[in-house]
C-alpha cells in the first residue's frame, strides 16, 4: 500500500454522541481503493460526517473517505442523466447542472453533504410531497465490495443489491459513481410565502388543502411550553417562473460547525429566541423572494444554531406518523412532556410520499422532527415517546437518531430482518459495518 494513504484521526458523529480515534483512508484511485478494502476485515464509508447517527464511524477496521472521488464523468443533455462520483458534494454537482436549467429536487439541507452519503441514506429535502427520496432521481450505481468486486445496480440490473443499496447505510459496499436522472428548473429565484398558525391542527389542514399544489411547503413551531405548543409558521416555496436570473457558482465556506465550549441553549434562552423569532416574522412580508441557497439549503449561514447546543451536542427524533394518528401521538407527546419537561429546541413538519421498504425512511405520511437539548429530561423523555411508535404505527429516523436500539429499531422497521437476511445472503463475512449498524444488530 502506498505511504500516507490511511491516518489515525479523532471523529465525531454530528450530534456528537459518539467520538473515535478511527483508521481513515482518503484513496483517490481506483486500484487504492480495491487495495485497502481488501487489507481489512470491516470497512465503512464516509463522507462529509454530517449524519446525526455514526454511519460513517467504525472503531474497528477503516473508515473509507471518497472526497477525492468527485468528478463528473458523463453527461447527456439531450436525455438529461449525469454520472458523477460519490465523493463529489451537492453544491459541486449543483455548480454544474443548474447552469443547463438541470437539477435533482431531493436534496438533503446541507450543502458539503456528498452525494454517496445523500444515497446511502435515501435523502430527501422539503418538496418530498412531491418529489418523494432521492430514490426516484436515481438511475443506477456503480459499486465496489470486496468480496463480490465491481457491479452496475439499477431497476433492471442487480435490482436486488439496487434496493438493498439506496438507503441501505453503507453496508452493501462503497458506492463509487451514481447515475441520475435530471429535472428542469427554470431559474435560481424563489417565492417564498408565509402563513401563521395557532396550533398544530391548522397546520394539518393547510397541509391537506395545499401540499399539492406547491413542490416546497413545510412548518416550523413552538414546543418551548405546553401554553404555546404548535404556534408556529408554514412556509410555501415556489420557483419564481417570472423572474430572470443566470445561475451562478455557489461559494461555499466549509468548516462551519464549531460547537461552543459551553452550550447557549437552554429552556429560557430557547423560549425568548422562539418569541423573538415568531414576533419578528410576523413583521416581515409574508411573500418575498429568496435565493437558491436559503431555500434549499437552510442551515447554511445559520451554523450558530448547532455550535450553540455546545460541545456535548444535542438529540433530533425524525417521525414518519400517518396523518390519521398525528394528533393522538401528539397528545400523549404532550403528556410526557408535562411530567419529564425536555428542553425542545426545533419542532417541524412536512408532508412526505414513497413506499417503504428495507431501512429506506419513506413513506406517505407526516415527517415530524424534533430538536432536544442533550440532558437527563430529555433523554428520559425521549425513552418514554419510543414505547408510542409501535401503538401509532410510527417510523423513526435511524439516520437522524443516534439512541434507537436494536428492539425499537426491529420493531418499527418491518422488513429490517428481510433486509438482514439479504445483506448476509451477499456477504456472508459482513464486510462493511459502522457504529450505528452494529448497534441495530445488522
Same mark, same amino acid.
Given at each position: ?236 416555496? $415556489?420557483?419564481? +417562473?417570472? @423572474? !430572470?436570473?443566470? #445561475?451562478? /457558482?455557489?461559494?461555499? =465556506? ?117 430538536? $432536544?437539548?442533550? +440532558?437527563? @429530561? !430529555?433523554?428520559? #423523555?425521549? /425513552?418514554?415517546?419510543? =414505547? ?55
Amino acid at each position: 500500500m502506498e505511504k500516507n494513504i490511511t491516518e489515525e484521526k479523532k471523529i465525531f458523529s454530528f450530534d456528537k454522541s459518539f467520538s473515535l480515534n478511527i483508521l481513515y483512508a482518503k484513496p483517490d484511485k481506483y486500484k487504492q481503493l480495491e487495495e485497502i478494502s481488501r487489507q481489512f476485515d470491516e470497512i465503512v464509508n464516509t463522507g462529509s460526517n454530517l449524519s446525526y447517527s455514526p454511519l460513517g464511524i467504525n472503531q474497528n477496521g477503516v473508515s473509507l473517505e471518497l472526497k477525492k472521488f468527485n468528478r463528473i464523468i458523463d453527461f447527456n443533455k439531450n436525455e438529461k442523466t449525469i454520472t458523477v462520483e460519490a465523493g463529489m458534494t451537492l453544491i459541486d454537482f449543483l455548480n454544474f447542472t443548474l447552469k443547463k436549467n438541470l437539477w435533482i429536487p431531493q436534496l438533503p439541507g446541507y450543502p458539503t453533504i456528498t452525494i454517496g452519503g445523500a444515497v446511502s441514506a435515501n435523502s430527501h429535502g422539503k418538496s418530498c410531497a412531491v418529489h418523494g427520496t432521492i430514490r426516484k432521481s436515481i438511475k443506477s450505481i456503480l459499486l465496489f465490495h470486496k468480496i463480490n468486486g465491481w457491479m452496475i445496480l439499477s431497476e433492471e440490473e442487480n435490482k436486488d443489491i439496487f434496493d438493498l443499496t439506496v438507503g441501505g447505510l453503507g453496508l452493501t459496499g462503497t458506492i463509487v459513481q451514481v447515475t441520475f436522472n435530471l429535472t428542469h428548473i427554470e431559474n435560481s429565484i424563489f417565492r417564498t410565502k408565509k402563513s401563521k398558525v395557532s396550533n398544530i391542527q391548522e397546520c394539518e389542514k393547510f397541509f391537506v388543502k395545499s401540499y399539492k399544489d406547491t413542490s416546497f411547503i413545510y412548518s416550523w413551531h413552538r414546543a418551548d411550553n405546553l401554553n404555546n405548543f404548535g404556534e408556529g409558521i408554514i412556509y410555501e416555496n $415556489f420557483v419564481d +417562473n417570472e @423572474s !430572470s436570473s443566470n #445561475f451562478q /457558482n455557489f461559494k461555499i =465556506k466549509d468548516n462551519k460547525f464549531k460547537p461552543l465550549p459551553l452550550p447557549f441553549w437552554n429552556s429560557f434562552s430557547i423560549s425568548i429566541i422562539n418569541f423573538i423569532f415568531l414576533h419578528y416574522s410576523r413583521l416581515e412580508k409574508r411573500e418575498k423572494k429568496e435565493n437558491f441557497l436559503k431555500v434549499i439549503f437552510p442551515f447554511y449561514g445559520k451554523e450558530s444554531y448547532f455550535n450553540f447546543f455546545g460541545r456535548k451536542g444535542f438529540l433530533e427524533i425524525q417521525l414518519l406518523i400517518d396523518q390519521k394518528n398525528l394528533q393522538n401521538f401528539l397528545e400523549e407527546f404532550k403528556k410526557l412532556y408535562k411530567i419529564f419537561k425536555p428542553s425542545i429546541a426545533l419542532f417541524s413538519l412536512k408532508n412526505m410520499s414513497g413506499e417503504q421498504t428495507f431501512l429506506r425512511f419513506e413513506d406517505n405520511k407526516v415527517c415530524v422532527t424534533f430538536d $432536544f437539548i442533550k +440532558n437527563k @429530561s !430529555s433523554l428520559s #423523555f425521549m /425513552n418514554e415517546v419510543d =414505547k408510542l411508535y409501535t401503538k401509532y404505527d410510527i417510523l423513526p429516523s435511524v439516520v437522524k437518531d443516534s439512541r434507537i436500539n436494536k428492539d425499537v429499531f426491529y420493531k418499527t422497521y418491518k422488513q429490517a430482518s428481510d433486509f438482514r437476511n439479504k445483506l448476509h445472503d451477499f456477504d456472508k463475512k459482513r464486510s462493511y459495518k459502522s457504529e450505528a449498524s452494529k448497534r441495530l444488530d445488522l
